[in-house]
């Protein structure tokens, strides 16, 4: 917020809209807290079942690394209507250093998993995709990829806050995989049924660069 050099640069832009915005000033720094931490904390509650977490991690990242690449060239920027970012697309290296590291270590964490990634993997790699999503400007684009780490997020918040208040719980179980589980889901059937899931929402996504 204090390096921005024009209010511009603190707008929250809404995806399939052409030049839609919303200004919020010095309210721009709570929107990069909520982001960054919601993020960080939402992948590793998604990281309850082997897999779960980082192939979404994955398409999230390559899919961030497509609007790093536009974001950084003038010519896809202006065409595609979203802000040219000078620089920025030298991220386009960590958004594939996640992917090619994520697909190595999906291929130990598939079900059954033989390695894990633990709190410090996953708050690591939500951080990781929120700091990007901030980088490129696209927050609510970013929230919309996220859908699986959302729901598994406000699945927890409801749990907790109806159990407070009312004495009961909404799921059987939260984080909300684990709902599906008590349910009688085989562990593979949740885990494919949210990738397919993250991969619907990760095209929803990436259209935006061109529906708007």
């Known amino acids: 917020y204090y390096a921005a050099q024009s209010p511009a640069e603190t707008e929250l832009i809404v ?3 052409k030049d839609v915005a919303i200004p919020l000033g010095a309210w721009y720094i709570v929107v990069v807290y909520l ?6 904390n939402a992948v590793n509650l998604t990281d309850g079942l082997d897999g779960l977490a980082i192939l979404p991690t994955v398409l999230i990242a390559g899919a961030l690394g497509v609007f790093v690449y536009a974001t950084g060239h003038a010519y896809y920027a202006k065409y595609l209507g979203i802000p040219y970012i000078r620089e920025v697309g030298e991220v386009v290296v960590f958004c594939g250093a996640i992917v090619g590291a ?3 270590f999906l291929w130990f964490n598939a079900y ?10 996953a708050l690591a790699l939500g951080a990781a995709l929120g700091i990007v999503a901030i980088l490129v400007r696209q927050e609510l684009v970013y929230f919309l990829m996220a859908g699986v780490f959302v729901m598994e997020t406000v699945s927890v918040i409801l749990q907790v806050a109806s159990f407070k208040l009312t004495g009961r719980r909404i799921f059987r179980m ?3 995989h684990h ?3 008590l349910k009688g889901w085989p562990e593979p059937r949740v885990i ?3 990738w397919i899931i993250t991969v619907i929402l990760v095209l929803s996504g990436l259209a935006t660069l061109k529906l708007r």
């Open 179 to 181: 709902h599906f589980e």
């Open 174 to 176: 939260a984080p909300l």
């Open 102 to 104: 994520g697909l190595g």
């Open 112 to 121: 059954p998993a033989q390695v894990f990634m633990g709190d410090v993997g």
């Open 192 to 194: 494919v049924r949210f």
């Open 35 to 40: 982001v960054v931490v919601g993020s960080s």
């Open 15 to 17: 995806p399939f809209f």
